[in-house]
């Protein structure tokens, strides 16, 4: 197992380029775990992939493996292998010939190839498709042959770009099941890209969040929901509810009223106050209630959305499936902000004014 | 794709028309030929020789014809002339159908340049050179100056190749343990093996027929079979002649018969690696 870390790494493509594609990056990927880089498109962080596997060579920083640097090691020579998005399996080679491709690279005996091609295609939950050809294989097969090409090789890596983004949904709740158990056996050290934070959640041990090139917060999931760093964070974890306030020392005051500051969030003076959907209390009794008008309902199976107008602001809560009939548009409820939920976030991101964002937030 | 359709039998018959007087444009021309090859004397209102004779092809073998010094020397020319021409214009197709770079507009033409410029514009220039540096009268001389009009084809046919080639399945490769030279050989080259033999038979054919620049640059000591063929057309011997326009154009019938399907735009061979 082997720990990978990075170390003020940075991508400009172009000399002249004001942005970097990948901004002064520092994070460790600790052994034998998850880790996901998650942001939206153009975040930088398939160009971050690429750089770990040595397919692209970082403008400045480092990358080591176990401490060590591998800036000097091509990328054939890393052990760290990346299964492309579009899983890339060569057209003119049998299913077989592919999985075992990095056998026969390494030239190991055909006895053994075959042996070994067969074990893997096995653990991938396709046994029998050696002699097909990748074109007679549906996309999800498709996928599951370029990872058993990728782990035949023993890699000390595992590089996924985006392994789920292009299958059916039941297909991929498949594949991460598989991905899943595959990493419970060889415990790999894995690193993940994705757009799709509800995959992330699922798939991580650690996710570094990433916008434009930037690190913005690496953590455990959950934390995420609980503790974002800033609104652009919150927001890209389904966080909608934004009300401002000003924190001094342990208390916040706000138009609704006065809360205890959370203990451990460090966020001083003018801030914004955020609480989760499903947090809001319909009906609720807790000290602190504010009336709202239901602006719109929606009925989503197991939950119902409502969207709720307080004064000038405009909420988000979540009630159960039964709540779509119990609160009816138009209709005023009284809606419960349970102190112990709040979260504090600063007003300015990015040297730039939250103020902006807020006034786009219909989503 | 074509055949599940019902065809209206206007139009197969005109199909069927089409393709008969192509056809005959083609043979009938390359049937006078060998007909003219076993003629001994064939005057104007005869539809036939009067008398056959294998002459004109015993000639032809025989040492005096100097043909089988023309083959032997055409073909070591134009088998040079394929590999340096692929050599260059291989990696110039890839660079121009997969990158983005300042000035490729610039580059393309001057590519074309040479297709597009009368060969005789530029060969008198050359040829001055060529006296300078002694490459006149030699095989090298005649070989770099056939690059003139191969390069610039390899180039083109190269570049379109290219165009519809995913270079992600080299650092697919590179990552699962490949070598820059075993990604060459495993994977690129089988991608773009039916382009390079298209342009390799071409830059081939091309060289092999090539007359001006042969006669030019090898003043007379470099004897190829076109050499031979004007040569022997100027001085009136029609059955000779035939018989070595035989021998010329046969490695094109050649090439026709194996790079049809690709001339007619069903690359299947390409087909799977877009």
């Known amino acids: 197992m082997i720990t990978v870390q990075l170390h003020a790494l940075t991508k400009r493509f172009r000399p002249r380029d004001k942005d970097a594609a990948v901004h002064d990056l520092t994070l460790t990927m600790p052994a034998g775990q998850i880790t996901v880089l998650l942001g939206p498109s153009g975040c930088g962080k398939t160009t971050t992939l ?42 003119y080679m049998t299913v077989g010939e592919n999985v075992g491709f990095g056998l026969m690279i390494r030239r190991h005996d055909k006895a053994e190839i075959r042996r070994r091609v067969g074990a893997m295609l096995e653990r991938v939950q396709l046994p029998g498709v050696a002699d097909y050809r990748p ?42 099941e598989l991905l899943l158990s595959l990493h419970r056996q060889s415990q790999i050290t894995t690193i993940m890209v994705t757009h799709d934070q509800q995959e992330a959640v699922v798939m991580a041990d650690q996710i570094a969040l990433l916008f434009a090139g930037r690190l913005r ?147 | ?21 192509i056809a005959g444009a083609i043979v009938l021309p390359l049937f006078t030929l060998v007909v003219w090859s076993f003629a001994r004397g064939w005057y104007f209102p005869q539809l036939v020789p009067q008398t056959w004779s294998l002459r004109a092809w015993t000639y032809v073998f025989s040492r005096a014809s100097q043909v089988g010094r023309g083959i032997a020397q055409g073909a070591f020319v134009a088998l040079s002339v394929t590999l340096l021409s692929l050599l260059v214009g291989v990696p110039a197709g890839r660079a121009l159908g997969l990158y983005r770079f300042r000035g490729k507009k610039l580059v393309q033409f001057l590519i074309l340049a040479p297709t597009l410029v009368p060969g005789i ?17 030699t095989l090298l001389g005649v070989i770099l100056v056939h690059l ?3 390069t610039p084809y390899v180039a083109m046919v190269m570049t379109g190749v290219f165009a519809n080639y995913n270079p992600d399945f080299e650092q697919q490769a590179r990552t699962l343990g490949t070598r820059p030279l075993q990604v060459l050989r495993y994977i690129t080259l089988p991608a773009i093996a039916p382009g390079v033999l298209v342009a390799g038979m071409f830059a081939f054919i091309i060289s092999w027929e090539q007359y001006l620049l042969t006669l030019l640059i090898g003043s007379g000591q470099v004897v190829t079979l076109p050499v031979l063929l004007f040569s022997s057309a100027g001085g009136g011997n029609h059955a000779i002649t035939a018989a070595l326009a035989l021998l010329l154009i046969a490695p094109s019938l050649l090439v026709l018969f194996v790079t049809a399907r690709h001339l007619t735009g069903e690359n299947v061979a390409m087909g799977g690696i877009r």
């Open chain 1, 50 to 91: 690429k750089m770990i596997a040595g397919l692209f060579h970082p403008t400045s920083g480092d990358i080591t493996f176990d401490g060590q640097s591998v800036l000097s090691l091509p990328a054939e020579h890393r052990g760290a292998v990346m299964v492309f998005q579009n899983q890339l399996l060569f057209p």
């Open chain 1, 135 to 176: 074109h007679q294989l549906s996309g999800g097969q498709q996928q599951r042959v370029a990872l058993a090409r990728a782990l035949i090789v023993e890699p000390q890596v595992l590089l996924l770009d985006e392994p789920l983004s292009n299958l059916d949904a039941h297909l991929r709740d498949e594949m991460r």
């Open chain 1, 217 to 363: 917060q690496v953590d455990a999931p959950q934390v995420f929901y609980r503790r974002p760093v800033d609104v652009q964070t919150a927001r890209f974890f389904g966080g909608v509810n934004f009300i401002p306030g000003t924190r001094r020392d342990a208390r916040v005051e706000t138009d609704w009223g006065v809360f205890p500051a959370p203990e451990d969030c460090g966020v001083q003076g003018k801030c914004l106050v955020t609480i989760r959907p499903e947090d809001l209390q319909l009906n609720g009794t807790a000290p602190v209630s504010i009336d709202a008008q239901v602006v719109s309902s929606l009925y989503m199976g197991t939950l119902t959305r409502f969207k709720l107008r307080a004064g000038e602001l405009e909420l988000t809560a979540e009630g159960d499936a039964a709540s779509f009939e119990r609160f009816r548009v138009g209709g005023v409820v009284r809606i419960g902000v349970p102190a112990d939920r709040l979260w504090l976030l600063p007003r300015l991101i990015g040297g730039g004014k939250v103020q902006q964002s807020l006034g786009k937030r219909k989503s």
């Open chain 2, 1 to 21: 794709m074509r055949s599940d359709r019902v065809v209206s039998p206007v139009r197969r018959m005109t199909t069927f028309a089409a393709s008969v007087l």
């Open chain 2, 121 to 137: 514009a530029v060969i008198m220039g050359i040829h001055v050179v060529f006296i300078r540096l002694g490459l006149t009268g």
């Open chain 2, 148 to 150: 003139i009009p191969t």
